[in-house]
């Protein structure tokens, strides 16, 4: 696969973290528009306040720091990223408004500006169109493995999209994941794709949560070039992003904090779209649920609990369960299943979870993991 | 402390455990009236439904079962208790509509009624006014101590209040908790105590969480014999309700599933109540923020990051926390605490959060756990 040309990456170790690659830079050689979606979560980190104020402006590069958040930090913290852009912009070849920022990691902690500022000649002595990996590695905090996902379409010639992602605690992305980034050689206006863009968001990273605990730092962005629309290939552009956006979302979490398994929880037959999300989400956010999981145990009786405890208007006695395809809960009753044999079934890397409430035709589906000693350690220990 | 006159408890191993008492009686030799506040959760144990049909009548019995919640057993759920009564109003003084049910364990199995039935003869031979603590072990499930608290009070006479309750999974009482019995010798009549019952609740059970899992089976139950008001007593009576009930909340919180502490989140200088509740109960559900107290960890970002996350609109500029009475976080920012001080200061039993909004004058409080090692092995092996 082809690498996108004009666009650069380097990372380096700059010391925010205790080891590791913690600074990652793109470098655009042509200005680039980009689209992008931040958390809910009204506790905000600096950055998305700097980028809120560079919406619809053409940029250059884009900082990415990990092991430090920039949340909680007040208006220092926005006044920080000021200051990098100052002096970001003196070694590239950018004006300071060219430049965009990206944090995750510990709430609290002002950025060492000293240690980012020193580490600018070997970010810029490094920068190459094939850095994408180290690039991918240096926004990691607990995850596990890198997240890049890439797809081609074809419109009035080839074009490539390209993305980056991390997860792996505090996901519960309502607008977007911790980070994730976005890179395309196809030609669009802002107007055309805001839209779109939300809609994917919609359908891959709004549709996974580890841990239910959405993240002061959610970001999202897709950078691309600005030009007229090459209307042949924009249906196979929004496919592909969909696709790009989707495999990132469960690339995050597949590595969720101490995950063993990812579950997948589909609640169909209900009337609303509206109530099955809300049961999905209340599932997935069940720590009882989540635990029986981890134990390879198919305690239906959980889920039926959590169903209930949904704020969604139900009938207990019309529910059905499945997993792995086996019918566990008709009528809301238990039926003779063969525990043990679904308990073996039930160790698998996979899980499907079908409630069904037969009540209508509306469905939703999520991504989830279960929850593990693992879970605990990771975060009873994050920061020392 | 006397015992209450008149109201005889017993309790047997019947076999729906494996091991330990799982069968409670409870008789009253005059007939009592009770009050009773039931679980939220849309999905009922078969003994509220069947107590739900029993309210305003005088009862003089009581059965608890521990190890089968007869949740989502449907109408046969119903009909076993419908059969226990009338095969124990033929075996005690009592007739079949003079006796009531509550069942905790696991959801979804049908009551084992040949051993109930089984257990007649013991639980009638011992039953005894002085073996409330025995009835308190048998209706314990992954509880780690039985849980009994007393007050008594002075009006015309001196009168008693006892209560018995257990935990300790599943815990997050919005109209009750798992199973509470309240008894007393104080006359009343059921008009006059339903308000003050809920008032009770509101400050004792619905303040405590362990894991924001709203039960299937959650009970309390206030029982008394009818009679004319003792108006002298009647504010002391009130008194102690309130103190025994928190009493019993507190206990169960202190024994919540893996619990090494019990972490009181006070939420102050809200404009309304209501917001101050929902971020004290955002706070307590937050797996991170609990893990986080787990490793003494003073992580106040997650904090922040759980206020954000809780649907309330607030001025993240203006918040202070207080982790045991140490200001952590000022006017939305960390201060230069001393951080070694108070990882030591934060390993003890019990934790002070407290969360000022310096918006208003609102507040709310609550008590939850933090999440452990165990409380994952608990609930990852509940059923093996």
Not at 113 to 122: A, E, G, R, T
Not at 253 to 271: C, L, P, Q, S, Y
Request: glycine share 8%.
């Amino acid at each position: 696969m082809p690498n996108l040309s004009g666009v650069k990456f380097s990372a380096c170790s700059s010391g925010i973290k205790n080891e590791g690659l913690d600074l990652g830079l793109v470098y655009f050689e042509e200005p680039h528009l980009f689209v992008s979606a931040y958390t809910r979560n009204r506790v905000k980190a600096a950055h998305i306040h700097y980028m809120k104020k560079m919406e619809g402006k053409k940029i250059k590069a884009l900082l990415v720091t990990s092991g430090c958040a920039n949340a909680a930090t007040g208006k220092e913290g926005v006044k920080d990223l000021e200051r990098l852009a100052e002096v970001f912009s003196k070694n590239l070849p950018i004006e300071k408004d060219q430049i965009i920022f990206a944090s995750t990691g510990v709430i609290g902690k002002r950025l060492p500006l000293d240690k980012i500022i020193d580490s600018i000649p070997h970010l810029k002595k490094n920068l190459d169109s094939s850095r994408i990996e180290d690039f991918a590695k240096a926004i990691m905090t607990t995850d596990t493995y890198h997240k890049i996902a890439k797809g081609t379409f074809v419109g009035r010639r080839e074009y490539i999209l390209v993305g980056v992602a991390k997860g792996a605690g505090m996901i519960n992305p309502l607008f977007g994941t911790m980070l994730s980034f976005l890179f395309t050689d196809f030609p669009l206006r802002r107007e055309v794709i805001i839209r779109p863009f939300r809609a994917s968001l919609k359908e891959s990273f709004e549709r996974i949560t580890v841990d239910c605990e959405t993240s002061t730092n959610d970001t999202v962005v897709l950078f691309f070039p600005e030009g007229p629309l090459d209307e042949e290939g924009y249906p196979q552009f929004l496919e592909t992003l969909k696709g790009v956006m989707r495999e990132l979302a469960l690339l995050i979490v597949r590595d969720g904090e101490g995950a063993t398994k990812v579950i997948h929880v589909n609640v169909r037959g209900a009337k609303r779209k509206k109530d099955a999300e809300k049961l999905a989400r209340r599932i997935a956010r069940s720590t009882l649920v989540k635990t029986a999981f981890f134990g390879n145990d198919p305690n239906w009786g959980r889920i039926m609990a959590a169903i209930g405890d949904a704020e969604v208007d139900i009938l207990p006695e019309r529910i059905d369960i499945l997993i792995q395809g086996e019918r566990i809960v008709k009528g809301g009753k238990g039926t003779d299943f063969d525990e043990e044999l679904l308990k073996r079934r039930l160790s698998a890397k996979d899980v499907e979870l079908e409630v069904n409430l037969n009540e209508g035709k509306a469905s939703f589906d999520l991504y989830t993991t279960d929850m593990t000693y693992e879970y605990v350690r990771i975060n009873a220990s994050y920061r020392s």
